[in-house]
């Protein structure tokens, strides 16, 4: 059974920084795409992040050069570090992953990340 879980949510003032971790199991990390995706209110879920298994990076526009997604497959964990945060960063944030070759994502669970001051 595929189980991700997510850390390091929380709440932040305004040039603040987080780091978000996810841990996999139940998979086989190393032969997986991963991502982050945020949701904020009233709003879609959106692509923030992603790595591919051969270690290829895509940033949304919106967070290039604050935000860098990395991957560690020796402890099956992905981390988004988080930079300069502003109050539209404010969301729950989800790692997902999708194993190569195959049809269907894995999602975390989520975790609430809030800039306020």
């Known amino acids: 059974q595929v189980q991700l879980v997510e850390s390091g949510g929380g709440l932040v003032q305004p040039g603040g920084s987080l780091r978000l971790s996810c841990t996999a199991s139940g998979i086989t990390f190393r032969f997986c795409h991963v991502y982050w995706y945020r949701q904020a209110v009233g709003a879609e879920r959106v692509l923030v992040a992603g790595?591919?298994?051969?270690?290829?990076?895509n940033y949304a526009d919106s967070v290039k050069g604050r935000f860098t997604i990395s991957r560690d497959n020796a402890k099956n964990t992905m981390s988004l570090q988080m930079n300069s945060l502003k109050p539209e960063d404010t969301a729950v944030y989800y790692c997902k992953v999708k194993p190569m070759g195959e049809f269907r994502d894995y999602w975390g669970q989520g975790t609430q990340v809030t800039i306020s001051s």
């Open positions: 790595i591919t298994a051969t270690g290829n990076l």
